[in-house]
């Protein structure tokens, strides 16, 4: 069965500070890994996508990188700021034939930083 | 443009009482989907659509129903509410996903979302 788990469940941190969440999947075969920031009470806004060959990629000061052999990611966030704090949301795609992908989402990192 | 809306925002529902969530978006994307979101679980796929007049189903169908009559709109239909339904449904879409074997990298475009409550 496709899983994904993020860690931690929730994180604080204060403003300035880094931060690195966590992504462990079994998503076969895969395709691509996206991050995704979910600010309360919104719809989750695409931050990152890697395929395969891909082990990193940045967007501003969110940075992801990928391990496509242990089935790792992580989302590096750099100069924390108060506009951070969010549920930041692992999703993994599963490659097939052709027309709609399965994609299997995780459960989110809640993530607060404060001044 | 205004991407992917939702209508309404918010709804209380009594058990058994029926309700179309309305999800439209004005990027003539071909995909169309609907989730919902518990605590403590990850967004679940209820049905999704390849394009107009085709749905299908996905993760969690039962006890929903879609229609995708025109490209831009894509409705979600409970015919007979119950409490296990209370949640926030998520519409989102995307463009039709490149070709086979190929890197599928269409990102999905999330509207705001719809809170129901089922009493």
């Known amino acids: 069965k496709n899983q994904v788990e993020q860690s931690p469940q929730s994180l604080i941190i204060l403003e300035g500070k880094n931060c690195t969440l966590q992504?462990?999947?079994?998503?076969?075969?895969?395709?691509?890994l996206r991050w995704y920031k979910q600010d309360t009470g919104r719809g989750p806004v695409s931050l990152t996508i890697m395929t395969f060959s891909e082990n990193t990629k940045s967007n501003g000061r969110y940075t992801a990188t990928l391990d496509a052999d242990t089935k790792q990611s992580s989302l590096h966030i750099t100069a924390s700021q108060l506009s951070d704090s969010a549920s930041y949301i692992c999703?993994?795609?599963?490659?097939?034939?052709?027309?709609?992908?399965?994609?299997?989402f995780g459960t989110g990192t809640k993530l607060q930083v404060i001044p | 443009n205004a991407g992917v809306t939702q209508t309404p925002k918010f709804r209380v529902l009594k058990t058994g009482q029926s309700m179309t969530l309305l999800c439209a978006q004005d990027m003539n994307h071909e995909y169309m989907y609907w989730y919902r979101q518990d605590p403590g679980m990850g967004l679940r796929l209820i049905h999704y659509s390849v394009g107009e007049g085709t749905t299908a189903k996905g993760e969690v169908p039962d006890g929903y129903n879609v229609s995708r009559l025109k490209k831009q709109n894509f409705l979600l239909g409970l015919e007979s509410a119950a409490p296990s339904q209370t949640s926030v449904y998520f519409c989102?879409?995307?463009?039709?996903?490149?070709?086979?074997?190929?890197?599928?990298?269409?990102?999905?475009?999330f509207g705001p979302g719809t809170r129901l409550l089922v009493l």
């Open positions: 999703v993994v795609s599963a490659r097939n034939s052709g027309g709609y992908q399965k994609v299997t």
């Open positions: 989102a879409s995307s463009r039709r996903p490149g070709l086979a074997g190929g890197p599928h990298q269409e990102t999905q475009y």
């Open positions: 992504c462990n999947y079994t998503v076969s075969p895969f395709s691509n």
